[in-house]
Structure formats: C-alpha cells, structure tokens
C-alpha cells in the first residue's frame, strides 16, 4: 500500500501482481508483466517485452525495445520511443504515440489521440477513437490514410498542397488520403475528425512531448495561419456562385459539425471531471492506509503490573525460569 523498492539481478523476470499507489520501473533487459497499478505507472529502459493488463491512472512509457501490450488504462497515456509492436486494447483518456517502429493496434480510444510516427509500409497501423486524432507527418511522408466517410479532416497548408484525397466508390468505401506514393497504410476506424500537420511547427523542428492539449493547439494554429488571408478571396470567387441550395446544405453542415464541437466539448469536460474524482478518491485510500493504526496480536505488550507478578512468583518459588519466559511469551501473543 505505500512505495516500494526492488533491486534485482539481470536475468530476472518481473511480474507485478499489484501496485495500491504510484509505480516506476526502469533498467530492465527481461520480460515485464505489470496485473494491477491503481497509481500512475512510469516505465522506462526496458530491453524486453512489456504486458499491462491494467492501469487506474496515467501511464507513461519511454524507451522500450520489445513489443508492448496494454489491455486498459483508465488514465492518458504516453508510449513513446518503442522498438517493437503497440497493441492498446482500451484508453480511457488521451492517448500519445510517437517513434513506434512496428505495428500499432488502437482498439478502442474515448479520447483523443496524438500520433507521430514515420510509417513504413512494413508495418500495419490501426486506429479507433471516439474523438479526435491529429497525425503529426514526417517530411515527405510515403502513405495513405483511409477515413470512415462520414469522417471530417483537416490539413495545414503544406499538407494540403501535397495530399491527394480519393473519395468513395464501388471498390473502396472508404475516403483515402494519400501522401507520396502512399505505400504505408493506416486504417482509421472511426474519429469525429482527422487533423493532419506537419511535424515542423513554425520551421523548427516538432519534438514530441506528449501533452494532447498543447500539441492540438500548435495544430490548430497551423490551420489558423494556413486560412488566414483567405477569406475575401474566397468571399469574391464565391458570392454569386452560391446558390440557395447549396448554401442552405452548407448552413446544415456547419451546425452539425457545431454541435459535434460542442459534444467533444462536453465528453472532454465529463472525462476530465471523473479522472479528477479517481484520484481523489485514490488519494482519500492511501491517506486513510497512512493513518489506521496497524493492529495484530504480535503488537499486544506485557503490562509493568504484569511482569511484577511474574518476576514474584519465580522469586517464590511457585514457578521456574522457563515457565517464566513461557508466561512472558504467552502474553505478548508470541505463542
């Protein structure tokens, strides 16, 4: 119920059955089996195979070479610089992935996720989020990004110049956004919206740091610089060729993806207000542990009174030495 320290040899396995707090385990070159953390779990340096089946809080990773599989994280959740498979059964918060070299599997996201990766046609790469994903591209991406139809996506301007979008037919469903040749495939299999931006942010360099809020935001106002100036250019190309059918199917799409904003808004809210309740009641647990006083018959001391009746019969004679100690025993509840 409170911190723990293990040093252990090389060629040791670790299996973790559960943790009642925070957890970090670092340096390993074995296989990793973590059950149950109720805190936040940090893992790093780990040269060999890492299972999470569950995980209360945030879970952080970094520096894996070994394939990693997680079944749920009630948390956000960072996996970055893994050489190896990521297989994420279920996130219950936002999610952050980059430098994966190997497949991704996305099972099931509530929240939003942030993804940058170099994709390589090798690997297979699978996405499902109820929110958002915003793809962070390395130059001169090589891939193709299938959406659900009913997707909206987004592009920052240099994107936008280079993509090819290729939208539903007989053979394929689904709308395909295709970079490059587009030899790497990702499947998205369901999000509100798709933003994709280039990993350079103001000309400089993007290093991922997972924090989904702040990443989004240098997304958003690559999309803001990318529409700025527009406006009265579109305005004028625009005015006379509208109709009124076509505005009013525009005015239809704009509320619908208002309201989608508003019930982002909302499921953001909500999933922000019961982590925050998750801790507290973590913390309230763990205070409360600190605090019970640990009873057991082993603490049970021999009164001063007590002993003075004993050390009283032994000087009387009425009992020996060992049957002294034996009483001594007896009371402390050590027999």
């Known amino acids: 119920d409170d911190d723990c320290d293990l040093k252990v040899p090389d060629h040791v396995q670790i299996h973790i059955i559960c943790v009642n707090g925070d957890a970090k385990v670092t340096n390993l070159i074995t296989p990793l089996t973590i059950d149950e953390v109720n805190g936040d779990l940090t ?6 195979s890492v299972s999470i089946n569950v995980v209360n809080a945030d879970l952080s990773t970094k520096h894996i070479v070994g394939n990693v599989t997680i079944q749920e994280v009630n948390g956000d959740c960072s996996l970055q610089r893994i050489d190896g498979d990521v297989s994420v059964k279920a996130a219950n918060g936002d999610l952050g992935l980059a430098d994966i070299v190997g497949n991704i599997s996305i099972a099931e996201s509530v929240a939003d996720i942030a993804v940058e990766v170099d994709f390589d046609p090798q690997y297979a790469y699978n996405f499902r989020s109820q929110d958002d994903i915003a793809f962070t591209l390395y130059p001169e991406p090589n891939v193709t990004f299938y959406l659900p139809a009913q997707t909206d996506y987004t592009f920052t301007r240099e994107l936008k110049r280079v993509a090819n979008i290729l939208t539903p ?3 394929e469903p689904r709308v395909r956004v295709q970079f490059g040749n587009g030899a790497a495939k990702v499947y998205v299999e369901s999000a509100d919206d798709v933003v994709f931006a280039s990993r350079t942010v ?14 989004l935001r240098d997304i958003e106002a690559q999309i803001n610089e990318s529409l700025s100036g527009l406006g009265e250019m579109i305005e004028a190309q625009t005015r006379e060729a509208i109709a009124s059918a076509s505005s009013f199917a525009k005015d239809i799409r704009v509320e619908a993806r208002i309201q989608r904003a508003q019930d982002r808004a909302q499921r953001r809210a909500q999933r922000h207000a ?3 309740q998750r801790r507290m009641e973590r913390a309230q647990r763990f205070d409360h542990r600190r605090q019970s006083p640990q009873t057991s018959p082993s603490s049970t001391t021999v009164s001063h009174e007590e002993r003075l009746l004993i050390l009283q019969m032994l000087q009387d004679g009425r009992i020996t030495v060992e049957e002294a100690n034996q009483l001594l025993s007896t009371l402390e509840g050590k027999v």
């Not at 893992?43 to 060999?48: C, E, G, L, V, Y």
């Not at 103001?202 to 990443?215: A, D, I, R, V, Y």
């Open 43 to 48: 893992i790093r340096h780990i040269d060999a």
């Open 169 to 171: 037919d007989e053979d």
């Open 202 to 215: 103001g000309g400089s360099g993007f290093s991922f740091e997972f924090n989904l809020g702040n990443q």
């Open 274 to 276: 019961e982590r925050a």
